[in-house]
């Protein structure tokens, strides 16, 4: 087994048997080198990706994927570009399992805890409630926990249910000035890979605690995988808990949220009771429960409220603030 989204040999030290429990005190991964501007992120690289221009009545749309170089991927995941005109609201970022961070091209994102050019957001479990005057600007990038040790230093516990500014994270003072002249969506994806390579860091995790969140991802009981490590599921819950935030039951029930989430935000959406079944959910109630939890709304006021606003976005596993 190679950490998901590795190259195999490249960051991954130590492979385990599939099934087998781990046998190593933790994972180390080293670092990508040095990332030269240009050199990773070609014109092919966007060729492919969703590139949405939507109007909705009042809302208009740009927004742009792109995927990082392969050597970042166990890291971070996708960019994501947007520049969206519509009425001032309140927006739902909803729970997922990567952690968001975000670099404002104009204006701020508002958040209860206060206002941010620059921006990273842990896991969480609740929806976390943006207030906008009705433009937005900027680039999102989904981080994996890994990822937050590798390019900042630190576990995504550190930040469970937190945002703080890019400052807090000792990123450089200069990064959104630079991603703001790039002239381009490709420019400025291209300047991530180089600025997010110059950050990353050789980092250790410790094993028993990554095979768990691979086999949560998988869809295996807490249970099982405490068998699988040979721990107490209160001894998994804790050092689950100490390096994600979240503990693997709670970590468990987001995973299934962001698949259900996935599925409604699909071409052809199917219907809650489809999407339920297809996730695990005992029944509709259960459905709906876990979503208001979650999501702070229903699926069908979520739908009603949201989904005009997101329906661009792409279709992969990615935190959908």
Same mark, same amino acid.
């Given at each position: 087994m190679v950490w998901p989204g590795t190259l195999p040999g490249e960051f991954a030290v130590r492979r385990?048997?599939?099934?087998a429990a781990p046998t190593s005190s933790y994972w180390w991964y080293g670092g990508v080198g040095a990332v030269p501007r240009g050199a990773l992120l070609g014109v092919d690289h966007l060729a492919n990706a969703p590139r949405r221009a939507t109007s909705i009545g009042s809302v208009d749309v740009e927004h742009v994927i792109g995927l990082p170089h392969p050597r970042l991927r166990p890291f971070v995941t996708r960019y994501s570009g947007y520049r969206m005109h519509t009425a001032p609201g309140v927006h739902r970022g909803l729970p997922s399992r990567s952690l968001t961070l975000v670099i404002t091209l104009d204006g701020t994102v508002d958040l209860p805890e206060g206002r941010f050019a620059t921006l990273c957001g842990g896991l969480h479990d609740e929806a976390v409630l943006i207030t906008h005057d009705g433009f937005q600007h900027g680039v999102q990038c989904d981080l994996t926990p890994l990822g937050l040790r590798a390019l900042f230093g630190m576990p995504a516990g550190e930040l469970s249910a937190t945002t703080v500014g890019l400052d807090a994270l000792d990123a450089p003072v200069c990064l959104r000035e630079r991603v703001q002249d790039a002239p381009t969506w490709l420019d400025r994806f291209a300047l991530l890979d180089e600025l997010f390579g110059a950050l990353v860091r050789p980092v250790k995790q410790q094993v028993e605690v990554a095979w768990a969140w691979q086999r949560l991802a998988a869809g295996a009981a807490v249970a099982e995988i405490a068998a699988e490590v040979g721990w107490s599921r209160q001894h998994l819950s804790a050092r689950f808990a100490a390096e994600y935030g979240l503990t693997p039951k709670v970590m468990a029930r987001v995973m299934r949220f962001e698949n259900a989430n996935r599925m409604l935000r699909g071409e052809r959406r199917p219907t809650l009771t489809e999407v339920? @079944? @297809?996730?695990?959910?005992?029944?509709? @109630?259960?459905?709906?429960?876990?979503?208001?939890?979650?999501?702070?709304?229903?699926?069908?006021?979520?739908? @009603?409220?949201?989904?005009?606003?997101?329906?661009?976005?792409?279709?992969?596993?990615?935190?959908?603030?």
């Open positions: 385990v048997r599939r099934g339920a @079944a @297809a996730c695990g959910y005992t029944d509709q @109630a259960h459905f709906n429960r876990d979503w208001r939890a979650l999501c702070g709304a229903t699926p069908t006021e979520w739908i @009603a409220a949201e989904l005009p606003f997101v329906q661009g976005s792409e279709r992969g596993q990615a935190s959908q603030w």
